[in-house]
């Protein structure tokens, strides 16, 4: 018993140190489907479920499933021009105070500064459907970044715990 307390701060000291880079995933989790829109229930279904191991309540759990439902038809649908036979990567990870996804993909590169931003009155008033995917990330998740790397495009969306109720700032 009495070495498991000594080791105890040895542990956190490595875990603070490797920390200070990146904080190690607490759980993470990599699918890759096909380009098929058939599939996006399945990433819905496991995007929900880690949010709520993560902490997040059921409501916010859809949404954030709504957010990377609309990344990864994003992918399909622009990226790929609805070819079936590619794939799309959805990475989560459970970062401890951020819940983080990243849909990649290798298809076409499609600059997000060129989708235009909605007008919700008008666009509900117009009747429109479709285009909102974008604006409905960037409403659900604190953060929604684009990037190219290594030939490949990178969504990635971040939602920011709250901090339990009566809990204290960086304390147990």
């Not at 499933?65 to 990344?71: C, P, R, T, W």
């Not at 079936?84 to 990649?104: A, L, M, Q, T, Y």
């Not at 007008?119 to 659900?140: A, F, P, Q, S």
Request: proline share 5%; net charge positive; charged share 35%.
């Amino acid at each position: 018993m009495s070495s498991e307390r000594d080791d105890a701060p040895n542990t956190r000291a490595r875990r603070s140190a490797a920390g200070r880079k990146q904080r190690p995933a607490l759980s993470s989790l990599l699918i890759s489907i096909p380009s098929q829109t058939s599939f996006l229930g399945l990433v819905r279904d496991v995007t929900r479920k880690m949010a709520e191991v993560a902490g997040f309540d059921e409501s916010t759990g859809e949404r954030i499933s709504l957010a990377v439902d609309e990344a990864t038809t994003n992918a399909i649908e622009h990226a790929y021009r609805g070819a079936p036979d590619r794939k799309v990567e959805v990475r989560i990870e459970d970062r401890g105070p951020d819940f983080s996804v990243e849909v990649v993909d290798s298809g076409a590169m499609v600059d997000p500064r060129t989708v235009p931003r909605v007008d919700l009155d008008r666009y509900v008033n117009e009747g429109r459907t479709g285009g909102l995917g974008v604006h409905l990330m960037e409403k659900i998740m604190d953060s929604v970044t684009f990037r190219r790397s290594a030939r490949k495009n990178v969504c990635r969306m971040v939602k920011r715990k709250e901090p339990k109720a009566g809990a204290r700032e960086g304390g147990a």
